[in-house]
């Protein structure tokens, strides 16, 4: 019997390259489910479920449209912009598949590496084949230094051991799409849960495609502040180095209280030093206040986790689209 492929893709604004996307993601469907000896002697039926993000252009219409010429072409559709991690758990939740495989729809992700995929989660018995990416020169300064040391301190700060350039490209087996989707946090970081949650995982490299069409949707600023979520959501790493530099304070303010009574007690030295007393005091004002609002960070997510609010809401899925048929 074949086994089920279900391709996730979010998508967000992305009416310009969906048309591109459709082409070469369907020359490979085709490939991997007629000719047999592809992957170990496996055919796969495809599903394709594309999660529109709130897209304010002609996204969801397009995937109407697709879905009303061919039936494995699934949609979920938010009622506004929730964000990729929010997209990617909507379409894992909906994917039926024995196999499940995340990319984006802007071709960066090259359709083409899927057979490779499917042949090495096939022979060498992982349960995962994830992409990372080989090729960061062709980034721009900020971005290509930004993204190691933002990999070297997650990995220092947390129990999680990420690749260098790791990417949400990856092909899953169904336990590990069950183990994801046990997780109940509302602030998701994928990459992150992809790692807390263990099983064998291949890495394989891969040059990333230009974007033939519409624009990234990542600016530096957002690049920024995912990166703090990610790290205040898989590591108490902040919260101990406050604590260290605490200790550390109390240390040398003790010392430096020996040292000044035992200065008085020989030398009988009125206590000087008012530059010294004001400079200490707004260093230490001054971490108290960061410190304070590191822990503030925590509590503030502590609080939006205890709201239990839906990661996402949706407004349509294929399935409204019978409803409305029923309806007329
Ligand atoms: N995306 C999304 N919601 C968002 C932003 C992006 O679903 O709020 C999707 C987007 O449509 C694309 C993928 O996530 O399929 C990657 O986005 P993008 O290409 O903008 O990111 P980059 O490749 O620049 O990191
Ligand atoms: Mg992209």
Known sequence: MNKLLSIVIPCYNEEEVLPLFMEEISKVCRQISSDGSVIAGTCFDTELIFVDDGSSDGTLKLLRTLHEHDASVRFVSFSRNFGKEAAILAGLKNAKGDYV?????????????????????????????????????????????????????????????????????????????????????????????????????????????????????????????????????FSEGPLKICSFIGIIFCIISFLIGIFHFIKTLIFGDPVAGFPTLYLMMLLIGGLILLFLGITGQYLARIYMEIKHRPVYIVKEDENSLIKEDINA
């Open 101 to 233: 495989l995340l990319m984006d729809a802007d071709l960066q992700h090259p359709p083409k590496l899927i057979p490779d995929m499917l042949k090495e989660l096939m022979s060498s018995g992982c349960d995962s084949v994830a992409m990372y990416r080989n090729d960061r020169k062709k980034e721009g300064f900020f971005r290509r230094h930004f993204s190691s040391a933002f990999f070297k301190i997650m990995n220092k700060l947390s129990k999680l051991n990420l690749v260098n350039g790791a990417t949400d490209f990856r092909l899953m087996k169904r336990i590990m799409v069950n183990a994801i989707l046990d997780m109940p946090e509302t602030n998701r970081f994928s990459k992150g849960i992809f790692n807390w949650v263990g099983f064998n995982t291949k890495w394989l490299p891969f040059e990333t495609g230009e974007r033939p069409a519409g624009k990234s949707k990542w600016s530096s600023g957002k690049l920024v502040s995912y990166s703090f979520d990610a790290i205040l959501s």
